[in-house]
């Protein structure tokens, strides 16, 4: 069984920096490209960055450029996402999820429970 854990989040000041991780279980780790998601509230899931399989190529929302990067350790089952130079406008609750390249469709139905992060300006 699958399972993707999310970690990291928490209350930090505008301009500020946090480290989010993702633990995956259940699955030959990689083989997969893994995207970081977040929904803020009152909207809609939004896609935040990925990374392929093998770490060789990432993606970025526009929003998110310069700012934040992803990474991942396949020998720990983990991808990272640090984010620095964090806005109100980030305050969401942060989730990964295995996806296909390079379009970043979310693969699993299914979407544990994420990490809240809150930034305050």
């Known amino acids: 069984q699958v399972q993707l854990v999310e970690t990291g989040g928490g209350l930090v000041q505008a301009g500020g920096s946090l480290r989010l991780s993702c633990a995956a279980s259940?699955?030959?780790?990689?083989?997969?490209?893994i995207g970081w998601f977040r929904q803020a509230p009152g909207k809609e899931r939004e896609f935040v960055a990925g990374?392929?399989?093998?770490?060789?190529?990432?993606k970025y929302a526009d929003s998110v450029k310069g700012r934040f990067t992803i990474s991942r350790d396949n020998a720990k089952n983990t991808v990272t996402l640090q984010m620095n130079s964090l806005k109100p406008e980030d305050t969401a609750v942060y989730y990964c999820?295995?996806?296909?390249?390079?379009?970043?469709?979310?693969?699993?139905?299914?979407w544990g429970q994420g990490t809240q992060v809150t930034v305050s300006s």
């Open positions: 259940g699955l030959i780790f990689s083989n997969y490209h």
């Open positions: 990374i392929s399989n093998l770490g060789y190529s990432t």
């Open positions: 999820n295995q996806v296909l390249f390079p379009t970043m469709t979310p693969i699993n139905d299914y």
